[in-house]
């Protein structure tokens, strides 16, 4: 019998190679997570320590709608500001605005989510009416709540954690109602441990592979909306140069041939967004894809 077809040979090398199968996805996974997470903190890093050419608010008249050129890499608007400026300044508010909301609704989503696991009749009405929220299309509840309160940076950043905080809800819930039917729960609940501590020093443990692989997809999602509110002139407002902003007065210049005034801000929402999406899946490789196979 030749080695190849020996049962032990076989029994032998199949962990081994799910085992080598494993560390070959961790390892493109760890990859992936590097390349994109470095390349979104040199992207934050540019719009937050370089300084700007040129105001970003000043006009002049003499530049208007004029192309790329090394006097302006990213040519001037209608208004003659400087693109790269505004790119710049808008990034710098942006994307921290976007992360701020994201923020928020991590801790309120976590927290909440942990909260309503715990088998009660006030938890199964808060699913209900989260149920009811998300009803809505979140997006207009989002316009809603900005323009009734008024569009500042703080609103801006509380109706994002209102649109992506039940993501969390909803993600750790499950996570902590299947953590809580585990042997390793009855035990702790058989010894007296009180609920507060179930909860903070066991379950919250738990539910963090899930909750971190999730944070750069909420974070993704919060600069599409952030883009959006400012696309309809619901959020920053001009002069304050904003992503959304430039390409919704770049899209009336485009039909006339003026490309650059919506083209780079708009590759800048599609880059970021894409580079959070890679920061997702190689987080999910790392921590929960190596489990698997």
């Known amino acids: ?147 009734l309160s008024g569009n500042s940076l703080t609103m801006i950043m509380v109706a994002i954690a209102l649109i992506f905080a039940p993501m969390f809800v909803r993600s750790v819930r499950a996570e902590a109602l299947t953590l809580r039917e585990s042997r390793f729960m009855e035990a702790t609940a058989s010894i007296g441990a009180g609920r507060r501590r179930m909860l903070l020093r066991h379950m919250l443990p738990g539910v963090t592979a899930v909750v971190i692989v999730q944070i750069p997809l909420v974070a993704s999602g919060a600069l599409l909306a952030v883009a959006s509110l400012s696309f309809l002139g619901i959020g920053v407002q001009e002069p304050t140069p904003s992503w959304g902003a430039m390409v919704d007065s770049g899209s009336a210049q485009m039909v006339l041939g003026s490309w650059w005034v919506g083209i780079f801000p708009g590759l800048a929402i599609a880059v970021c967004g894409w580079l959070f999406t890679e920061i997702a899946d190689g987080l999910e490789g790392m921590l929960v894809g190596g489990r698997r196979g």
């Open 1 to 147: 019998m030749s080695i190849a077809t020996h049962p032990e040979t076989v029994a032998e090398t199949g962990p081994a190679r799910r085992v080598r199968t494993r560390r070959r996805r961790r390892l493109s996974a760890k990859r992936r997570l590097v390349l994109s997470a470095g390349s979104l903190g040199l992207l934050l890093a540019c719009c937050l320590f370089l300084p700007t050419p040129y105001s970003p608010t000043d006009i002049d008249a003499s530049s208007i709608l004029q192309g790329p050129s090394l006097q302006h890499p990213m040519g001037t608007d209608r208004l003659g500001r400087d693109m790269l400026s505004r790119w710049l300044a808008a990034g710098r508010l942006d994307l921290p605005l976007a992360m701020g909301g994201a923020a928020i609704a991590l801790v309120v989503g976590v927290l909440t989510g942990l909260l309503v696991s715990v088998k009660s009749v006030w938890s199964e009405r808060a699913m209900r009416s989260l149920d009811l929220l998300q009803a809505f299309p979140l997006i207009i509840l989002a316009m809603v709540f900005v323009s």
